[in-house]
């Protein structure tokens, strides 16, 4: 019994509630309407309104619902032979009003007369389209007119057929504009021989329908009163309306004889011959008796004809007076008795509405307090949980805290061992000044990743085997980064100063070549797994000789001289690194020398990859090699400083908030 009464609470509050949580929901639903362009509608429409699609009914009516707040922004309608033309949102009522119109350029059709008869042979034509070359219907009536672009034969058409102006009453378009049936005017004879049997007809008739009328009218006073519900007085109107037209009709009538009488007299009196004839003057005499015998006889029908009228009136009015009160005292009953159910309804309704509140009341609070009581228990479970995860985490930390201690001294230890590195990095490179004292006009743009720096710069001054100095330029980017960087270009330092300060090679191809040997074999490559080496950009500048030798192993050089960039692109082959794939290409690398007449001013760029491959910007994309080449040109005639400023301001503003993602080495100079 419990579980059952559960139930029926439980359906009740559905009952309640679920009409407001369907009126909570953030849409509106949207009436729309598909009409042609007088206001009709028009079914079966195809819609899209912001990619819902939906059709409207045969009445051309559709619903479809919208955020709240939100307008349409995008409507397609489509209809065989109809197209959108506007459409528009109303957004206090919520209403879509879609206007079509026809998408034609052949208008069919077919002529038909009066008696739904079809004619050939008519000539049909549209003001301003075809009037000089009118379409011919064929046996059938058919015919058809070629319409220019964007023409609505049903707005702006006016049709002619063998000349004449076809009236809008006589014009039905059918299958959307696309057929019509034109009905044929008179011609002026028809109209004419059609008034003349109508004036004929009127003035036999009349006499005749007078006649009846009263008659009919003075049988209806005879007849018993008609029925409460008989309107008399709109037929008092009428017969009124109708006896003073047909007065005015009998009065003009005997107006013509009277004038015609009086035309005959003149000319009697003018001709005195014509006068003294006898059968002419009682003609006249006999025509002015029976005038005046009409008029007496007129005058007594229509004076008898009042008399039964005002009789009659005053009848139905006394019995209408009865029926009056009748009809008040019923609206007053019945008012009191619509008063009564409404208040009862009104008392029921209330009732109904507490019954349903207090029920919904109690349902919301069983549900509520079976909700605390879950919420309790799981609230005690979780403090539990809660208790035990605090001792589990409470040792954790100790054990953390113990570690944290061991992990910080290790750091302290291989913090200093990396700014050692630093310390000794930086006393093997060679100085901005060194460089400045061999070039005068260079820059040097270096910016390492971490503390150290797995690219390095080397510069030196020698003579070559016939004693001419030589100064020997070269930007290094060795594998990885930070302290397996560093390691590597100690290793490419320390080769370069026994290639070329001691062994005096200058031949920046030979000094790649002596320098792939040293590492692979510094680093045991042969037989080991190692696979480090080093990408290389090397200059060997001749100011005697006005000239410069390049080669390089991945790096390219850029020069810009005589107003144009240039590049030299390096060898595929990196220095160093195990021996893979074609043996005989990586044990024997050969690398291409490149000469550089410098007679003309030159100024020339060697750099690792790491500022083309930094991300940023605000697609954070790489800066790339065409962007960087371009800056080279665009700075190329500033002063040397405000090269390197301009670099390092670009490369901060590009990277932004990014990290750094590799050791930066720009080398820039003037030969």
């Known amino acids: 019994m419990n579980r059952s009464r559960n139930w029926w609470l439980v359906f009740f509050c559905l009952f309640c509630i679920l009409p407001l949580h369907v009126a909570a929901q953030d849409e509106v639903a949207v009436k729309g309407y598909t009409l042609d362009e007088k206001g009709k509608p028009i079914g079966n429409v195809k819609i899209s309104i912001d990619k819902m699609r939906i059709t409207s009914t045969t009445n051309g009516v559709f619903k479809v619902y919208l955020k709240k707040g939100t307008v349409p922004a995008n409507v397609i309608a489509n209809k065989e032979g109809l197209s959108l033309?506007?459409?528009?949102?109303?957004?206090?009522?919520?209403?879509?009003?879609?206007?079509?119109?026809?998408?034609?350029?052949?208008?069919?059709?077919?002529?038909?007369?009066?008696?739904?008869?079809?004619?050939?042979?008519?000539?049909?034509?549209?003001?301003?389209?075809?009037e000089s070359s009118p379409a011919k219907s064929n046996t059938e009536g058919k015919f058809s007119i070629n319409l220019p672009d964007n023409f609505n034969p049903e707005l702006q058409a006016?049709?002619?057929?063998?000349?004449?102006?076809?009236?809008?009453?006589?014009?039905?378009?059918?299958?959307?504009?696309?057929?019509?049936?034109?009905?044929?005017?008179?011609?002026?004879?028809?109209?004419?021989?059609?008034?003349?049997?109508?004036?004929?007809?009127?003035?036999?008739?009349?006499?005749?329908?007078?006649?009846?009328?009263?008659?009919?009218n003075n049988a209806n006073v005879q007849e018993k009163p008609q029925p409460?519900?008989?309107?008399?007085?709109?037929?008092?109107?009428?017969?009124?309306?109708?006896l003073e037209e047909q007065s005015k009709m009998v009065a003009e009538?005997?107006?013509?004889?009277?004038?015609?009488?009086?035309?005959?007299?003149?000319?009697?009196?003018?001709?005195?011959?014509?006068?003294?004839?006898?059968?002419?003057?009682?003609?006249?005499?006999?025509?002015?008796?029976?005038?005046?015998?009409?008029?007496?006889?007129?005058?007594?029908?229509?004076?008898?004809?009042?008399?039964?009228?005002?009789?009659?009136?005053?009848?139905?009015?006394?019995?209408?007076?009865?029926?009056?009160?009748?009809?008040?005292?019923?609206?007053?009953?019945?008012?009191?008795?619509?008063?009564?159910?409404?208040?009862?309804?009104?008392?029921?309704?209330?009732?109904?509405?507490?019954?349903?509140?207090?029920?919904?009341?109690?349902?919301?609070?069983?549900?509520?307090?079976?909700?605390?009581?879950?919420?309790?228990?799981?609230?005690?479970?979780?403090?539990?949980?809660?208790?035990?995860?605090?001792?589990?985490i409470k040792v954790k930390n100790e054990t953390l805290e113990v570690q944290k201690v061991i992990i910080e001294k290790k750091n302290a230890n291989i913090t200093a061992s990396i700014n050692y590195a630093q310390r000794i990095q930086k006393a093997m490179l060679p100085s901005q000044k060194d460089i400045q004292n061999l070039l005068p006009e260079s820059f040097l743009f270096f910016k390492p990743r971490d503390v150290v720096s797995g690219d390095f710069y080397w510069i030196a001054e020698v003579a070559d085997e016939f004693g001419?100095?030589?100064?020997?330029?070269?930007?290094?980017?060795?594998?990885?980064?930070?302290?397996?960087?560093?390691?590597?270009?100690?290793?490419?330092?320390?080769?370069?100063?026994?290639?070329?300060?001691?062994?005096?090679?200058?031949?920046?191809?030979?000094?790649?070549?002596?320098?792939?040997?040293?590492?692979?074999?510094s680093l045991n490559q042969e037989e080991t797994a190692n696979n480090d080496g080093m990408d290389i950009a090397i200059c060997t500048i001749d100011k005697n000789g006005r000239k410069m030798e390049f080669a390089g192993a991945k790096n390219p050089l850029i020069y810009i001289q005589n107003g144009q960039i240039v590049e030299i692109a390096g060898d595929k082959l990196h220095v160093g690194g195990s021996v893979r794939k074609n043996i005989e290409k990586f044990k024997n690398k050969q690398f291409t020398k490149h000469t550089i007449d410098l007679s003309l001013p030159t100024t020339c760029y060697i750099f690792s990859d790491g500022y083309e491959d930094q991300f940023g910007g605000t697609e954070n994309k790489k800066f790339g090699k065409r962007q960087l080449y371009q800056k080279f040109f665009e700075y190329h005639q500033l002063p040397m400083e405000e090269q390197k400023l301009a670099l390092e301001h670009n490369f901060k503003a590009w990277m932004g908030k990014h990290a750094q993602i590799d050791d930066i080495l720009v080398i820039g100079f003037q030969a």
């Not at 009522?93 to 079809?118: C, D, P, W, Y």
């Open 228 to 242: 409460t519900e008989w309107n008399y007085q709109e037929d008092f109107k009428k017969i009124t309306a109708e």
């Open 85 to 130: 033309k506007t459409w528009q949102y109303d957004e206090a009522n919520h209403t879509l009003n879609i206007t079509m119109h026809a998408k034609q350029s052949t208008l069919r059709g077919e002529v038909r007369n009066r008696f739904n008869e079809h004619i050939s042979n008519a000539y049909v034509a549209i003001k301003g389209v075809n």
């Open 468 to 521: 001419n100095k030589k100064i020997v330029l070269a930007a290094i980017d060795c594998t990885g980064h930070g302290v397996p960087g560093a390691f590597m270009s100690m290793v490419g330092d320390g080769l370069l100063n026994q290639i070329v300060k001691l062994q005096q090679i200058t031949s920046p191809d030979l000094i790649l070549k002596a320098l792939d040997k040293g590492v692979k074999e």
């Open 158 to 216: 006016t049709f002619l057929i063998d000349g004449l102006v076809v009236e809008a009453k006589d014009v039905t378009f059918k299958d959307n504009n696309q057929y019509v049936i034109l009905v044929k005017p008179k011609t002026p004879k028809e109209i004419a021989q059609q008034t003349e049997e109508e004036n004929q007809n009127l003035v036999s008739s009349t006499t005749v329908k007078m006649k009846a009328k009263v008659e009919n």
């Open 253 to 392: 009538s005997n107006e013509k004889l009277r004038k015609d009488l009086l035309n005959i007299t003149d000319k009697l009196k003018i001709d005195e011959n014509k006068a003294r004839s006898a059968g002419i003057k009682e003609e006249v005499n006999s025509l002015e008796q029976k005038l005046a015998e009409n008029n007496r006889v007129y005058q007594e029908s229509q004076q008898k004809t009042y008399e039964v009228i005002e009789k009659l009136k005053q009848e139905l009015l006394e019995r209408d007076s009865v029926t009056l009160a009748t009809k008040e005292a019923l609206q007053t009953v019945t008012k009191e008795k619509e008063e009564a159910e409404q208040r009862f309804q009104r008392n029921i309704l209330i009732a109904s509405a507490l019954i349903i509140f207090l029920l919904a009341l109690a349902v919301i609070f069983y549900f509520i307090s079976r909700r605390i009581q879950k919420q309790n228990r799981q609230i005690f479970q979780q403090a539990q949980e809660l208790t035990n995860a605090y001792q589990e």
